[in-house]
C-alpha cells in the first residue's frame, strides 16, 4: 500500500500514476466510443437539418459541433444526445480509471482493465443517476419557478403573492446556484466516489454535498491544483512526442529522401483537414505562439502523389490521430486519476477514514474462504489425532492378550 501524505502533495502523484499504457488505454478506449457515437449522431443532425457532408466535413472535420448553426429542434434533440452519451462514456471511462488508480495505491497490481470497467458497469446507476438526481431537483425548481411566474400574471392576487413571498424566490434561486456547482461537482468526483467506495446512488449523491460542503476551500484548491497539473502533463507528453515525430521524420528521410518528405506532407495536409474545426477554437495570441512546440500550425498543401503514395499518407495520417487521441487520453487520465486521489484526501479530512485501508467484499470474501480452509485444516488434524489416540489403547489390549 502506497503511504500518502493527505494533503496537497499527493495531487501531484496523478501525473505519474497516469502515465501508464493500462490507463491511458483504459481512458483511450472509453472516450473513443463516446467520440464515435458523438461524431455520428452530430453529422446525422447536420443531414436532417439539410446540410451536406463534404460541406460540413471542411468546415468541422474530425470536431464537429452544432452551435452557431441554424438547425430544427429535432436536430438539436440528436445533437444534444450524442453530446450527452459522450459525458457518459467519459463518466465511465473516468470511473475505470480511477478505479486502477486506487487499486495501485492499495498495491494490487494484477489487474486488467476489463476488470477496472467490470467495476464501472456493474455500479452503472451510481455513476450515471448520481448527476441525474442532481440535475432532476435543479429542474423540478426551474419547472416550479416558472409556475410561480405564470401565476404571478394573475391580476392583484398574484402579483401580491410576488411580492409578500420574493424572499423564499430568492432562497430558492440561490439553492439552484449552489446545486449547479454541487453538479459539476458529481461530474467530477462521482466516479472517482464510485471506483474507491463502491456506494450506490444515494450514498454518491450525498458524498458529492457533503465534500463540498465539509470541504470547499480544499475541494476548489485542489482543482485548481490538479488542473495545472494536468495540463503540464498533457504539454510536456504533447512536446515530447512532437520531438519524437521529427526524429522518426529525420532517420526516414535519410532513407527516402523527397518521396517520404512528399509523403509525409500529404500526411500532414489530410491531418490539418481532419482537425481544421481546432483553428475556429486556438486561433489565439498565446496558442500561435507556442503552439509550434505542441502542434503543426503550419499551412501544408497537398501534392498530386500517385494512389499507392496517397494510400500510405492516409494510413500514416491515421497513426497521427490515433498517437493524438492517445496524447489527449494521458491528459484526460491525469485528471481521472487525480480525482480519485482528491476524493481519497479529502475522506480523511473530513471523515478520518483511510480508503485504502478499508476491506472490500472481494478481499473478505477471500479472508473467509481462508479461514474456513483453516479451520477446516484444524478440525480435520483434531479427528486425526483422537484417531490416532483411541487407536494406541486398542494396540496395547492386543499386546496384553497375546
Not at 496524447?327 to 481521472?336: K, N
Request: charged fraction near 20%; glycine fraction near 6%; aromatic fraction near 16%.
Amino acid at each position: 500500500m502506497v503511504s500518502l501524505h493527505f494533503n496537497f502533495k499527493d495531487i501531484f502523484r496523478s501525473a505519474r500514476l497516469a502515465f501508464s499504457l493500462q490507463r491511458v488505454w483504459i481512458q483511450f478506449v472509453g472516450l473513443l466510443v463516446g467520440y464515435v457515437i458523438y461524431w455520428v449522431l452530430t453529422y446525422v443532425s447536420y443531414l436532417v437539418t439539410g446540410l451536406e457532408f463534404l460541406t460540413m466535413w471542411d468546415r468541422y472535420g474530425l470536431l464537429p459541433c452544432l452551435f452557431g448553426i441554424e438547425a430544427p429542434w429535432y436536430s438539436w434533440i440528436i445533437y444534444i444526445v450524442g453530446l450527452v452519451l459522450l459525458v457518459v462514456a467519459y463518466l465511465f471511462s473516468s470511473a475505470a480509471v480511477a478505479r486502477a488508480t486506487y487499486l495501485e495505491l492499495k498495491g494490487e497490481t494484477f489487474f486488467t482493465w476489463k476488470e477496472a470497467y467490470q467495476v464501472a458497469f456493474k455500479n452503472w446507476k451510481a455513476i450515471i443517476f448520481s448527476p441525474v438526481t442532481i440535475l432532476g431537483i435543479i429542474l423540478f425548481l426551474f419547472v416550479s419557478g416558472v409556475i410561480v411566474g405564470l401565476l404571478g400574471q394573475i391580476p392583484y392576487v398574484g402579483e401580491l403573492g410576488i411580492g409578500f413571498f420574493s424572499f423564499f424566490w430568492m432562497i430558492a434561486c440561490f439553492f439552484i446556484f449552489f446545486l449547479l456547482l454541487i453538479l459539476g461537482v458529481s461530474l467530477l468526483l462521482v466516479p472517482a466516489i464510485v471506483a474507491t467506495t463502491k456506494e450506490d446512488v444515494f450514498e454518491a449523491v450525498s458524498e458529492s454535498f457533503s465534500t463540498a460542503t465539509a470541504q470547499p476551500w480544499r475541494l476548489v484548491l485542489y482543482e485548481v491544483l490538479q488542473g495545472l497539473v494536468t495540463g503540464v502533463g498533457f504539454l510536456i507528453l504533447a512536446f515530447a512526442v512532437k520531438k519524437g515525430f521529427f526524429i522518426l521524420r529525420w532517420i526516414l528521410d535519410l532513407a527516402m529522401g523527397d518521396k517520404f518528405y512528399e509523403l509525409i506532407n500529404n500526411s500532414l495536409y489530410f491531418f490539418q483537414k481532419a482537425f481544421v474545426g481546432v483553428e475556429r477554437v486556438c486561433s489565439t495570441a498565446c496558442v500561435e505562439k507556442y503552439g509550434p512546440y505542441v502542434t503543426w500550425v503550419k499551412d501544408y498543401y497537398g501534392y498530386d502523389l500517385p494512389v499507392v503514395m496517397n494510400i500510405s499518407a492516409y494510413l500514416f495520417t491515421i497513426w497521427l490521430v490515433i498517437i493524438a487521441g492517445l496524447v489527449v487520453s494521458y491528459g484526460v487520465s491525469t485528471l481521472s486519476a487525480g480525482q480519485a486521489l482528491i476524493y481519497i484526501v479529502l475522506k480523511k479530512k473530513k471523515d478520518d477514514e483511510n480508503l485504502l485501508e478499508r476491506k472490500e467484499e472481494e478481499e473478505e470474501e477471500e479472508e473467509e474462504k481462508i479461514e474456513e480452509e483453516e479451520e477446516k485444516e484444524e478440525k480435520a488434524e483434531k479427528e486425526k489425532e483422537e484417531g490416532e489416540e483411541e487407536s494406541k489403547p486398542e494396540e496395547g489390549e492386543e499386546k496384553k492378550e497375546e
